[in-house]
């Protein structure tokens, strides 16, 4: 937030008024007070009253071990630095590992970083002099006649060698809003290299989730075609022997010509997923294959910390990019307000000259200046008080975009919240219906071989057992990811990480 400080901006303004002996008193208190023009800069408070509704700091219920376990919400917790090492698994612990450290946007990410940090170092510059040394030989002719010397000096040539100085002092805090602006700048991206860190790390989950999703429903697709395709030349037998009409057969084929349509489908998913976690992988499509993900081999995270509503925005970067944002634009406002004040230079140099190179550095040659010089327009000058509107204008874009982010934060975490709870719905409902269609299955394996049901009945019982593992495989993909969007959500472990490396 903003606060003005009443000292800075009741300060005398020098329009086309001389500058007076009390004025430039009030310009040297002002100096020692330390005081910059413009506002100074608060971060904003959590929101009141913020929240993320119903699911959170709910046990969500299950029943059995694997992805339909329970999963329990800890208010409070603080996410791990490493959150995906919570699915316990050693291919995906590598891959990210790889991931991190080859990544081009990570990469890219850093040296943003970079840049904005010496750039931060160079407005520190400002506050210092700068001081040059000069060296020159000029050959001159003067016409002294105009001077009423009578006469016309020879041709010579004047050598010159001399150190200058120059300082503006910061009186109006320019400069201090200028390195303000700088080092909040990079603030900002530290922040959205967090943001691209974190926003890498969840593609990684949700993509290697995905490929296991596509192997699980593959593998069970493959299944149901085959059984399909028994099926189909049993009844086309049946139908050569008039045992079945025509129908049975039709409805065959279309089935099995609808699940042979689907599995295409899926390995070109799968295919595109591959070549995905190569990309953020920093890797090629030609690169070697990566290992293989199964939602068998992965644990569903059981205890989630959920950050409180209140520390959300602290560790969402997401936020903390927007707020650093808003600290640029309020620093700009004083740099704007600095440009409209009075300019204050102070200069001076020390040298030599002579007309001969011998003895340039002696006493009697010895020359030098001290000056200072003030600036200020005798008409305001309207570009800088339309630019100081806006700096204005743009701060109040800024601090419009920061609650929109804040919002949509906590639009996110309950989102995930929410998904979760559902999620935990759909798979107990799709474990149920794959465990009645396994139940009906062995029954029909028992029936063919005490002679009671025939084997296209058990080919039917098969079929329908292979649907519902592809729907369960599919509700405990969603499961897996939904779990890594609310880690995303709650902005990740990088304050944990910040912890760790302090100990």
């Not at 913020?50 to 917790?77: E, N, R």
């Not at 041709?155 to 080092?183: K, M, W």
């Amino acid at each position: 937030m903003l606060k003005f400080k009443p000292s800075c901006q009741s300060f005398p303004m020098f329009t086309r008024k001389h500058i007076t002996r009390n004025t430039a008193a009030a310009l040297v208190a002002l100096a020692l007070s330390a005081c910059a023009a413009g506002p100074d800069f608060h971060a904003p408070a959590a929101p009141q009253g913020a929240g993320y509704g119903a699911p959170a700091g709910k046990t969500i219920a299950g029943s059995g071990t694997g992805a339909v376990a329970a999963q329990a919400f800890a208010q409070g917790g603080e996410v791990p630095a490493a959150w995906w090492t919570l699915y316990r698994s050693p291919a995906l612990d590598e891959l990210m590992r790889r991931a991190l450290a080859a990544s081009p946007t990570a990469a890219a990410a850093r040296a943003n970083l970079q840049a904005a940090e010496e750039a931060a170092r160079a407005a520190r510059g400002g506050y210092l002099p700068t001081a040059g040394i000069a060296a020159n030989g000029t050959r001159e002719k003067i016409n002294d006649a105009g001077r009423g010397s009578g006469g016309e000096l020879a041709p010579f040539t004047l050598y010159n060698a001399s150190v200058e100085i120059s300082y503006s002092p910061d009186i109006f805090g320019g400069t201090r809003r200028t390195v303000e602006a700088a080092a909040a700048a990079a603030d900002q991206q530290r922040a959205l290299m967090r943001v691209t860190y974190l926003t890498l790390e969840g593609n990684i989950v949700t993509a290697a989730v995905q490929e296991a999703s596509l192997n699980g429903q593959i593998g069970a697709t493959r299944a149901v075609i085959a059984v399909d395709r028994q099926q189909l030349g049993i009844l086309k037998k049946q139908l050569a022997l008039g045992g079945v009409d025509r129908s049975a057969v039709l409805a065959q084929e279309t089935a099995l010509a609808q699940a042979e349509a689907a599995l295409p489908q899926l390995e070109n998913q799968r295919a595109a997923t591959e070549n995905q976690l190569k990309a953020l992988s920093g890797d090629f499509p030609n690169a070697a294959g990566l290992a293989r993900f199964d939602l068998a081999a992965l644990y569903l995270p059981r205890d989630i910390p959920v950050t409180l509503p209140s520390r959300l925005v602290r560790q969402r970067p997401d936020i903390l990019a927007a707020e650093a944002e808003m600290h640029v634009a309020s620093a700009n406002i004083g740099i704007a307000a600095a440009n409209l004040l009075p300019q204050v230079t102070l200069s001076g140099s020390y040298g030599f000259d002579a007309n001969a190179l011998e003895g340039i550095f002696s006493p009697s040659h010895i020359i030098w200046n001290a000056g200072a010089g003030l600036l200020q327009p005798l008409l305001p000058d309207p570009s800088l008080t339309h630019k100081k509107k806006e700096a204005q204008a743009a701060y109040r874009a800024a601090a419009a975009q920061y609650r929109a982010t804040v919002i949509a934060a906590f639009q996110n975490v309950s989102d995930a919240l929410n998904a979760l709870q559902f999620d935990a719905d759909g798979l107990q409902a799709a474990a149920t219906a794959e465990k009645s269609a396994a139940a009906s299955l062995r029954l029909q394996q028992h029936r063919f071989r005490d002679g009671a049901a025939s084997y296209l009945e058990l080919l039917g019982a098969e079929s329908a057992w292979q649907q519902t593992r592809i729907s369960l495989v599919k509700a405990e993909a969603a499961r897996y990811a939904d779990t890594a969007a609310l880690f995303v959500a709650l902005g990740g472990g990088w304050q944990t990480e910040n912890k760790d490396e302090k100990k």
